[in-house]
C-alpha cells in the first residue's frame, strides 16, 4: 500500500496525473474518505489527463455519469446514495460494473456501501482529511 500525503491542490493534481499515466483499461478504481475530502477533485484530474473535454462534476444525484477520454470509456459512479449493494442491480449498473470491455475505467466514490459485490481486484483510495489543506492518500492496488 503507498501512502502519499498532499499538501495542496497542485500536489493532488500531480499525483492524479501520475495515477492516470498507470492506467491501462479494465481497471474499477474505489474511492472512499469523507465528505469534503477530495474524492471528486482528484476524479476530475485524472478525467482531465486521461482527455475529458468535458466538464467533471460529482454524480451524487445521477449516481453515474459517463466521459470519452482519448483511449477509454470512463464511468463516475457515486453511490452515496444507495441504501444497499441491491440497489446496483435495480438501477441497471450491474450493466457498467461486470461489463468485462477492457476499453474502459470504472471511479465509483463511497465504494464501501457495495463493497461486497464488487471484485477482489479492485484499486482501492482512502483519502483522509489532515487539515484544511493536507490529505493522506492511502491507495492499495
Not at 21 to 37: C, H, K
Not at 48 to 64: A, E, Y
Not at 76 to 87: I, M, T
Request: charged share 30%; with cysteine; glycine share 6%.
Amino acid at each position: 500500500m503507498d501512502k502519499i500525503e498532499i499538501e495542496s491542490l497542485n500536489m493532488t493534481e500531480e499525483l492524479a496525473k501520475k495515477f492516470a499515466n498507470l492506467l491501462s483499461g479494465g481497471e474499477i478504481i474505489l474511492l472512499n474518505g469523507d465528505l469534503g475530502a477530495g474524492k471528486t477533485t482528484f476524479v476530475k484530474s485524472v478525467l482531465k489527463t486521461l482527455g475529458v473535454k468535458d466538464v467533471v462534476s460529482s454524480p451524487t444525484f445521477t449516481i453515474m455519469k459517463k466521459y470519452q477520454g482519448k483511449i477509454f470509456e470512463i464511468y463516475h459512479l457515486d453511490v452515496y446514495r444507495l441504501e444497499s449493494s441491491d440497489e446496483i442491480y435495480e438501477c441497471g449498473l450491474d450493466e457498467v460494473l461486470f461489463d468485462e470491455n477492457v476499453n474502459k475505467i470504472i471511479f465509483i466514490e463511497w465504494s464501501e456501501k457495495i463493497k461486497d459485490i464488487l471484485p477482489s481486484d479492485c484499486i482501492e483510495i482512502k483519502i483522509s482529511i489532515i487539515d484544511e489543506n493536507k490529505r493522506l492518500f492511502e491507495i492499495k492496488r
